[in-house]
């Protein structure tokens, strides 16, 4: 059960888009298309933003989107927005009902 | 509209116990397999454990498994985590979410503080 591999930190400015990796293995990421992602601001429960991989959960702004080649996912948010500023987590399932989620990437907005 | 409101967290010694619930709202709970998530202070989520929706399968992570059990009431859509033996590293903010397969709706968590 190890962690999901992001990056610490990604960072851009208002309207660029961004795209934050996580990595895993075969047993996890590449092995099933149970791949979400989470926001989390500071103090602040995570928010469901991607599941299954690609799949935007009504109310989630199309600015958000979701892929996976590999052993690597991808979210990637354009037109950045201030209060896109936040934790990102990844997570997949990992097999024999485990899961396992990223180290987390912190976004900054410039 | 689904809440999800953890509740007793607070401070324990270390190898002493403590009982977390989580008291549902807003969803047919009895419906949905529901998951334990913590989050050590400064750092990042962990997987705890599973609980299928009627309570006939549960999962744990490595780091809890033999110390800590899922339970469900279904009649007062609640979940509960038992946790014995608690560790200083098992100090964190524990938050309930809902669904298997998506944790698609999150509570506020409870924060636990293992200290002597």
């Known amino acids: 059960q190890s962690a999901l591999t992001q990056p610490r930190s990604v960072s851009g400015s208002p309207g660029q888009s961004v795209t934050i990796s996580c990595t895993g293995t075969?047993?996890?990421?590449?092995?099933?298309?149970?791949v979400s992602w989470y926001l989390q601001h500071p103090g602040k429960a995570p928010k469901l933003m991607i599941s299954?991989?690609?799949k935007r959960p009504s109310g989630v702004p199309d600015r958000f989107s979701g892929s996976k080649s590999g052993n690597t996912a991808s979210l990637t948010i354009s037109g950045l927005q201030a209060e896109d500023e936040a934790d990102y987590y990844c997570?997949?399932?990992?097999?024999?009902?485990?899961?396992?989620f990223g180290g987390g990437t912190k976004l900054t907005v410039l | 509209q689904v809440q999800l409101v953890e509740s007793g967290g607070g401070v324990v010694q270390p190898g002493r116990s403590l009982r977390l619930s989580c008291a549902a709202s807003g969803f047919t709970f009895s419906s949905y397999g529901m998951h334990w998530v913590r989050q050590a202070p400064g750092k990042g989520l962990e997987w705890v454990a599973l609980?299928?929706?009627?309570?006939?399968?549960?999962y744990y992570a490595d780091s809890v498994k033999g110390r800590f059990t899922i339970s469900r009431d279904n009649s007062k859509n609640t979940l509960y985590l038992q946790m014995n033996s608690l560790r200083a590293e098992d100090t964190a903010v524990y938050y309930c979410?809902?669904?298997?397969?998506?944790?698609?709706?999150w509570g506020q968590g409870t924060l636990v503080t293992v200290s002597s």
């Open positions: 299954e991989v690609s």
């Open positions: 979410a809902k669904d298997q397969w998506l944790l698609d709706s």
């Open positions: 997570c997949s399932y990992a097999g024999s009902y485990t899961w396992v």
């Open positions: 075969s047993s996890d990421v590449s092995g099933y298309n149970y």
């Open positions: 609980i299928s929706y009627d309570g006939s399968y549960k």
